[in-house]
Nanobody
């Protein structure tokens, strides 16, 4: 069982930055893939970025060049640095962990990009 707790969301103006954190209850070094997803009310949850145990990274096209996913195994934490934020980035951001056939979700943190 893996428990995930997201933090770092909030209100930011367009062009601003936020850093989301996802703290895991145990060691993340044994987790196969960790990722960030986001969801807007009425829409499907979409993948934002993933990082594998071998540090292979993928981003959805809409955030490439603006968002950076990283992990700190010593702190059992995954981060999402979000720069040049746009109003369309507004969503609830969820942390996800995949270990073998099991998937785990955090409860999410709200990011609002508005002037």
């Amino acid at each position: 069982q893996v428990q995930l707790v997201e933090s770092g969301g909030g209100l930011v103006q367009p062009g601003g930055s936020l850093r989301l954190s996802c703290a895991a209850s145990g060691s993340i070094s044994s987790i196969d893939v960790m990722g960030w997803y986001r969801q807007v009310p009425g829409k499907q949850r979409e993948l934002v970025a993933t990082i594998t145990r071998g540090d292979n990274i993928n981003y959805v096209d809409s955030v490439k060049g603006r968002f950076t996913i990283s992990r700190d195994n010593a702190k059992n934490t995954v981060y999402l640095q979000m720069n040049s934020l746009k109003p369309e980035d507004t969503a609830v951001y969820y942390c996800n962990a995949r270990k073998s056939i099991f998937g785990y979700w955090g409860k999410g943190t709200l990011v609002t990009v508005s002037s």
